[in-house]
């Protein structure tokens, strides 16, 4: 069965300053998709990335970044020059034909940016 | 651009009365899937569907039910309603089979209160 990890509960981070927050995955699948997903206090879900896991180039989208390491399924997002509405929870998600391509979720990072 | 419309966004109900919550896919999406989020929790999966079938099935209660119209929309059927099932209940739509490298947009959810 596929199950995605965040280990970090909660990250803090400098305003201006970059942070990674990590997801790791387990799935036997070669054809799948990851995306992140951000949750501000609104309680919106909002798609902030995603990658396919048959490109090797890692996705960015301005401030967003992923690192994609396919053989460790390693999926972290890394966040350049944070600003204070980066503040909210990230879900790291997996979807594949495997599992009817529903969203398969992490746990969460709580993501505070200090001022 | 037309995003994922939910119905009520606020619903208080008492204990063991029933609700319907109702979803309206983005125009032309297929797949529908149900997401029930505590406080403080990742979203758990429902249910899907897919093309008006249902295509997948999570933790959904058996107090529960689901359907996807004709028209794509879906309703999620409630009864018996217990204080736990307080939460916030997100759709979500997306195009279906092969394509599956599409995200998944959110619909604002319902925030259901059972007092």
């Known amino acids: 069965a596929q199950t995605v990890t965040q280990s970090q509960p909660e990250m803090s981070v400098q305003e201006a300053e970059t942070v990674t927050l990590s997801c790791t995955y387990d799935t036997s699948e070669s054809d799948y998709y990851l995306f992140w997903y951000k949750q501000p206090p609104s309680r919106q879900m909002i798609l902030v990335i995603r990658q396919e896991a048959y490109k090797q180039q890692n996705a960015t989208e301005n401030r967003f970044s992923v690192n994609f390491q396919k053989a460790a399924k390693s999926f972290s997002l890394k966040i350049s020059d944070s600003q204070l509405g980066d503040a909210a929870m990230y879900f790291c998600a997996y979807r594949s034909p495997d599992s009817n391509y529903q969203l398969i979720w992490g746990a969460g990072t709580k993501l505070i940016i200090k001022p | 651009a037309a995003g994922v419309i939910q119905s009520p966004r606020h619903l208080i109900k008492e204990k063991r009365e029933t609700a319907t919550l109702k979803c309206y896919p983005i125009p032309r999406h297929d797949t529908v899937y149900w997401y029930q989020q505590g406080p403080g929790q990742d979203p758990q999966f429902l249910i899907s569907?897919?093309?008006?079938?249902?295509?997948d099935k999570g933790s959904i209660p058996d107090r529960f039910s689901a359907q996807q119209f004709s028209d794509y929309h879906s309703e999620l059927n409630m009864s018996s309603l217990e204080l736990g099932d307080s939460a916030l209940y997100f759709c979500?739509?997306?195009?279906?089979?092969?394509?599956?490298?599409?995200?998944?947009?959110f619909g604002q959810g319902t925030r259901l209160t059972v007092v």
């Open positions: 979500a739509s997306s195009l279906g089979g092969q394509h599956m490298n599409t995200e998944a947009f």
């Open positions: 569907f897919y093309e008006k079938m249902q295509s």
